[in-house]
Nanobody, 126 residues
Framework: EVQLVESGGGSVQPGGSLRLSCAASDFIFSATNAYYVAWFRQARGEERAPIAR????????WYADSVKGRFTISQDNAKNTVYLQMNNLKPEDTAMYFC????????????????WGQGTQVTVSS
């Protein structure tokens, strides 16, 4: 069973930074078929949407326009962890952030990955 555990959320003022972590099962980092790991976010009253994605073992990051240039996704194979470094945070970044994993790019980007974490809340306000 694939497990994903997010951490690192919290409250921050506009312009601040946070780093989210997604600790994943060993399997995701050692599978023959490479896994995509993505960060999604869901603000109150809105749909959950992907904002960043990485292909384990290959990097190849992707970012939504709303976070491009401010957020960076990375992986640490030794720690089986995917990070989301978030800089220059804005109030509109306030949301629950989830990580997800799937071997299918189409499936994960459609918001139907096989594996979800429990989420971590990020609040940006002054």
């Amino acid at each position: 069973e694939v497990q994903l555990v997010e951490s690192g959320g919290g409250s921050v003022q506009p312009g601040g930074s946070l780093r989210l972590s997604c600790a994943a099962s060993d399997f995701i980092f050692s599978a023959t078929n490479a896994y995509y790991v993505a960060w999604f976010r869901q603000a109150r009253g809105e749909e959950r949407a992907p904002i960043a994605r990485i292909l384990i073992g290959h990097a190849v990051p992707w970012y939504a326009d709303s976070v491009k240039g401010r957020f960076t996704i990375s992986q640490d194979n030794a720690k089986n962890t995917v990070y989301l470094q978030m800089n220059n945070l804005k109030p509109e970044d306030t949301a629950m952030y989830f990580c997800a994993a799937d071997v299918s790019l189409r499936t994960i980007m459609a918001g139907r990955p096989s594996n979800w974490g429990q989420g971590t809340q990020v609040t940006v306000s002054s």
